[in-house]
T-cell receptor, first 116, second 112 residues
Framework: DTGVSQDPRHKITKRGQNVTFRCDPISEHNRLYWYRQTLGQGPEFLTYFQNEAQLEKSRLLSDRFSAERPKGSFSTLEIQRTEQGDSAMYLC??????????????FGNGTRLTVT | SQQGEEDPQALSIQEGENATMNCSYKTSINNLQWYRQNSGRGLVHLILIRSNEREKHSGRLRVTLDTSKKSSSLLITASRAADTASYFCATTLTGGGNKLTFGTGTQLKVEL
């Protein structure tokens, strides 16, 4: 168990540019989540996958955001035409479907995005 | 939007003292979990309590759940400097699918 890996750890970009983040979940985990966290707040749900299917997407996720999980393994989160309000920590988490659908999330260390 | 609110927002104690954090939530839940986050890092799962449970222990952690009051508490006994972190409650909502909705967090500082 090497844990959830996120790349890059930090990204600084200029407003209007596109950025893409990658998440590698724990290998046997079939669920993968993306959250966004701003300073002093708890993580806010963005989207989640079960295997390769994107099952839920937050209303917070504008059409500039897209996530994929090809083949049910790693996932990418792309933000197009970045805005200063997109500056945040983007957290990825994975879990395995447990009894009654309840199991803890394992988080990566996040990608910190700064939009200048 | 945040489902839960933690109280207090910040807590400072001496090593060896107990720390109690409270979480209130708004809607019916399936389960409630507590997570810890060290500065600049991801969250680490601490403990899960189901909606039909009232109390759960794990090492120095004790969690209670009162569904009638829509509240939970996390007690850390005999705190250590290494417990310094932010603590978040998170809920899985009834009929809310599998996503976790996090509260606003309590920043705990344990001083030597």
């Amino acid at each position: 168990d090497t844990g959830v890996s996120q790349d890059p750890r930090h990204k600084i970009t200029k407003r209007g540019q596109n950025v893409t983040f990658r998440c590698d979940p724990i290998s046997e985990h079939n669920r993968l989540y993306w959250y966004r966290q701003t300073l002093g707040q708890g993580p806010e749900f963005l989207t989640y996958f079960q295997n390769e299917a994107q099952l839920e997407k937050s209303r917070l996720l504008s059409d500039r955001f897209s996530a994929e999980r090809p083949k049910g393994s790693f996932s990418t989160l792309e933000i197009q035409r970045t805005e200063q309000g997109d500056s945040a920590m983007y957290l990825c988490a994975s879990s395995i479907r447990g009894g009654q659908g309840v199991s803890p999330l394992h988080f990566g260390n996040g990608t910190r995005l700064t939009v200048t | 939007s945040q489902q839960g609110e933690e109280d207090p927002q910040a807590l400072s104690i001496q090593e060896g003292e107990n720390a109690t954090m409270n979480c209130s939530y708004k809607t019916s839940i399936n389960n409630l979990q507590w997570y810890r986050q060290n500065s600049g890092r991801g969250l680490v799962h601490l403990i899960l309590i189901r909606s039909n449970e009232r109390e759960k222990h794990s090492g120095r952690l004790r969690v209670t759940l009162d569904t009638s009051k829509k509240s939970s508490s996390l007690l850390i006994t005999a705190s250590r400097a290494a417990d310094t972190a932010s603590y978040f409650c998170a809920t899985t909502l009834t009929g809310g699918g599998n996503k976790l909705t996090f509260g606003t967090g309590t920043q705990l500082k344990v001083e030597l």
